[in-house]
């Protein structure tokens, strides 16, 4: 499969890339897919929830009251679960979510994401391009010109640019992330893949 490389105006240059079978055109594997966005997701949970039990409860452990003849249950402290101000019971306790994922199923998820786009010609090379200032309006004007500022993009470059990150930083629905960040969430979550020229190369020359 060849994609047409174009320009930020929008344009073919002439040029094509041929995209990896190795890569773009595998069987995908759904079940993958589903354990590395939960993979990434889980890793994301901070697990800082937390409230108090009896025993961290401040307050008296006098007993509130004697034991038998009240007509009411026997109750030993204020700290207990019933009354109000109490502890609570089997509350959220601060917690590790994240899991372990084998090598080899992360990138079977990511080459299955990478061939769903391409099957669904979602995918678009960008020649180099960089702007002179972080400036939001260059970047809607990109995509504008690529007709994609109405979709959900998610634009890979090779190495961190502040420009591009800047100009880019402040729309809802468009993001952009270097080879390296690229994982099977971000390429699921978007409509439309758009590499630098630079950066597919390199996806290509280091992918297995």
Do not use: C, W
């Amino acid at each position: 499969m060849e994609v047409s490389v174009l320009n930020i105006a929008g344009q073919e240059t002439g040029k094509k890339i041929k995209l990896k079978k190795s890569i773009f055109e595998i069987e995908p594997n759904d079940h993958a897919i589903y354990l590395d966005v939960k993979q990434i997701l889980a890793n994301r949970r901070q697990g800082t929830h937390k409230s108090k039990e009896r025993s961290e409860i401040a307050g008296s452990t006098r007993k509130i009251k004697r034991q038998k003849g009240t007509g009411t249950a026997r109750a030993g402290s204020i700290k207990s679960p019933v009354f109000r101000g109490g502890g609570r019971v089997f509350g959220p306790r601060p917690s590790d979510h994240g899991f372990k994922l084998n090598k080899k199923v992360k990138q079977l998820a990511r080459k299955s994401a990478l061939t769903y786009k391409a099957k669904s010609n979602a995918i678009m090379v960008l020649e180099d391009f960089n702007f002179e200032a972080p400036k939001t309006k260059s970047y809607v004007e990109l995509l504008s010109n690529l007709k994609i500022n109405d979709k959900k993009s998610l634009v890979v470059i090779n190495e961190p640019n502040k420009n591009i990150y800047l100009s880019s930083r402040n729309l809802q629905d468009s993001k952009v992330i270097t080879t390296a960040e690229l994982n099977t969430y971000e390429i699921m979550k978007a409509t439309n893949l758009i590499f630098v020229e630079s950066s597919l190369n390199n996806l290509q020359k280091d992918e297995k």
